[in-house]
């Protein structure tokens, strides 16, 4: 493991040259008060400057990243991030921007606001979009309110959300957040919702049934227009969680299947790369009978000029300060723009056929439980692998061997001993056949060698952790 600066320190030596002053020097001690004046040396660690360079571009070695190596981070969707996307968002008469300028002098964000929610409303099929929420999940509770604001206005008591278990686990917490009871629906063994046990639980105090779609297991609702039709007769919401949109961009349109609420994660499906908690951005769509309950400020042209309308009186109020991760919308933004239609429509395609490719070699050697057809990711179970005391874990952990990113693993909680691969769309053939044969390496040394898996990873620059101590009590510093 790379060593700290201060245990590469040594005295005397430096990593800087400052030129002469040509200014008469003067003694801190006799300017200063004393109250200002250390009193000790601030210990800080002395290094050349050549290694002080060779320690950063070392650690720079260590980050793992898309633009390094693959990454079959299932539910996460790395997406291929363009270098140029970031370029754009830090633009300077952007990312130097600020929320209290008057709106004169942000026509020009605001212009890409206002055209980033119609851009949005063409893909998913909705009328209107707020892009307040800095996240899914953030998008689900705002999603959520609406739906609660609007039974509010017509004085209907609907108090539980449907939730079925092959939703995204952010579901069920938002749905309690936002105050509402939740209702759990099985889906049947290959991940797929059966209407008439939807219809079973339709009471007259659902507001909304919330489905990821595609689901948890990677896989169509084929269903959804009977579910869509039964949800309706009986006045509840149809709930969009859009995050897994990547799979169906120009392809389908949620809000032409019937849904009357979304959010998209942006950060999942248009450029900006999920995971390391980074920032994100989960705008909310609606059909126009919800549009006025959206969060304000809403952005607005009239004539030749975009402004902030703040006269919402049904809105649900502010979700987050000023108005959304705006880089993270710029990014969204400029993706769609350099794609088009058809790139879009490529996006998907290409993410699906990815996802499938390797699911036809992977599907042979551990148990899918959705069958052999997925869209932009699948779910394999490892629970063969138990029968040599393998676990799906020490799977991932030896795959960090390889020198790849470890899969999502034990997610979705409706498969045993999960593994959830999604290869990004614009992985090659050669990336993924390079990484199935690795992966059909490991399934090998499972049956051979398991404590090799047990021990793994060896080559990283930590072994193995002890996950729950290293959730709970990270060690940040030393
Ligand atoms: C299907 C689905 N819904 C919701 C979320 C929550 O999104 P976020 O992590 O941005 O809150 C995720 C996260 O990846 C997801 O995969």
């Not at 969707?77 to 209290?100: D, F, Q, R, W």
């Not at 604001?149 to 995204?168: G, L, M, Q, W």
């Amino acid at each position: 493991m790379e060593k700290l600066l201060k245990e590469i320190s040594v005295d005397g030596y430096k990593a800087y040259s400052v030129p002469e002053a040509d200014v008469p020097i003067k003694d801190p001690g006799k300017i200063l008060e004393d109250k200002l004046l250390r009193k000790k040396q601030p210990g800080l660690p002395e290094i050349s400057e050549a290694e002080l360079n060779r320690h950063f571009t070392r650690l720079s070695k260590e980050n793992y990243a898309l633009s390094t190596n693959f990454y079959p981070l299932g539910s996460c969707t790395m997406k291929y991030n363009p270098p140029v996307n970031e370029k754009i968002s830090k633009l300077s008469g952007l990312a130097n921007l600020h929320p209290y300028q008057s709106e004169d002098t942000l026509q020009g964000a605001l212009e890409i606001l206002f055209e980033l929610e119609k851009n949005l409303c063409e893909i998913t099929g909705m009328d209107a979009f707020s892009l307040q929420p800095a996240a899914g999940a953030q998008g689900e509770f705002t999603g959520l309110l609406i739906a609660r604001a609007y039974f509010n206005s017509k004085k209907e008591k609907r108090t539980k959300i449907i939730v079925p278990d092959s939703a995204h686990g952010t579901n069920p917490a938002s749905a309690a957040l936002a105050g509402f009871e939740i209702v759990s629906l099985k889906s049947e063994s290959n991940g797929i919702l059966n209407p008439a046990k939807v219809k079973e639980v339709l009471t007259n105090d659902v507001a909304a049934i919330m489905l990821t779609v595609p689901n948890t297991l990677g896989v169509f609702e084929k269903d959804i227009l009977a579910v869509e039709e039964a949800v309706h007769k009986n006045g509840s919401l149809m709930y969009y969680d859009g995050a897994n949109l990547n799979a169906l961009l120009g392809v389908s349109r949620p809000g032409n299947m019937g849904f009357d609420i979304l959010h998209v994660n942006l950060h999942k499906t248009f450029s900006t790369p999920h995971g390391g908690g980074g920032p994100g951005a989960g705008p909310v769509g609606v059909k126009k009978f919800l549009a006025d309950f959206l969060p304000y400020p809403s952005v607005k042209k009239s004539s030749e000029k975009y402004f902030l309308n703040y006269n919402m009186p049904k809105s649900i109020g502010r979700v987050r300060s000023f108005y959304g991760n705006f880089p993270v919308l710029v990014k969204a933004y400029a993706y769609i723009l350099a794609s088009g239609a058809e790139g879009l429509k490529r996006v998907s395609e290409q993410a699906v056929i990815n996802a499938n490719y390797l699911l036809s070699i992977l599907g042979k050697k551990l148990n899918s439980p959705a069958g052999n057809r997925c869209m932009h990711e699948f779910v394999l179970s490892g629970k063969d692998l138990t029968l040599n005391g393998v676990r799906t874990l020490d799977l991932a952990k030896r795959l960090l061997d390889y020198g790849y990113y470890a899969p999502t693993i034990y997610f979705p909680l409706i498969v045993e001993e999960a593994i959830m691969i999604e290869p990004t769309e614009t992985e090659t053939k050669a990336a993924l056949d390079e990484f199935a044969q690795t992966f059909i390496k490991i399934l090998e040394e499972a049956k051979t060698d398991p404590e090799k898996l047990k021990n793994s990873p060896q080559n990283t620059p930590v072994t193995r952790l002890n996950e729950v101590e290293a959730a709970r009590k990270p060690i940040l510093h030393w």
